[in-house]
């Protein structure tokens, strides 16, 4: 399970609408990336819904919130002992967006299957499985909800999401 929890508090925030942004850029630049160096895949689709759901925190009294992307998956398998050159075709990317690799880095999934998160020190994060698909997932740092130009959606490719709902004082 990733978290968007940040390390620790900061004095500004960002809104929903920058957010989202932040977040569609990412997808967009790690899936092309993916698709550059492993045309076979095809293109990348919604395998679960995005949602934003609260974060656990609040900023100056108002509750926060934080984006789950969908899960991105390839439409078609990776070629058989191809998951290094596909995470090290997204770490410039993530680098390139303020993330560095949480952890000790390089993890083995379920069953062997290659794992990487980078993360940011605001919270935003960005998951990259290689399996029989190949799946993307990222998490914004936490946000004030509410738009006045809600996105539909996040992913470079989906069905309409749900709205954000107003902030809520606690």
């Known amino acids: 399970m990733m978290s968007a929890l940040p390390a620790r508090q900061s004095a500004m925030i960002?809104?929903?609408?920058?957010?989202?942004?932040?977040?569609r850029a990412l997808l967009e630049s790690a899936t092309s990336a993916l698709l550059h160096e492993a045309p076979g895949l095809v293109a990348f689709t919604d395998r679960r819904p995005q949602r934003d759901r609260p974060s656990g925190m609040s900023w100056r009294g108002l509750e926060t919130m934080c984006h789950?992307?969908?899960?991105?998956?390839s439409q078609r398998p990776p070629a058989p002992a191809s998951g290094s050159a596909l995470i090290e075709s997204v770490r410039p990317v993530a680098a390139a967006h303020g993330l560095a690799p949480r952890g000790s880095g390089l993890t083995l999934a379920h069953a062997g299957m290659p794992r990487m998160v980078w993360g940011a020190e605001a919270g935003d994060l960005l998951e990259?499985?290689?399996?029989?698909?190949?799946?993307?997932?990222?998490?914004?740092?936490?946000?004030?909800?509410?738009?006045?130009?809600?996105p539909t959606t996040t992913s470079p490719?989906?069905?309409?999401?749900?709205?954000?709902?107003p902030p809520r004082p606690l």
Do not use: K, N
């Not at 960002?14 to 977040?23: G, S, T």
């Not at 789950?68 to 998956?73: D, G, P, R």
């Not at 799946?135 to 509410?146: D, H, K, Q, Y």
């Not at 490719?157 to 709902?165: A, F, N, Q, R, Y």
């Open 157 to 165: 490719v989906s069905p309409l999401s749900p709205l954000t709902p």
């Open 128 to 150: 990259l499985v290689v399996g029989v698909r190949v799946t993307v997932r990222a998490v914004s740092a936490p946000f004030l909800p509410g738009s006045l130009e809600p």
């Open 68 to 73: 789950v992307s969908a899960l991105l998956a």
């Open 14 to 23: 960002d809104d929903q609408d920058h957010a989202h942004q932040q977040i």
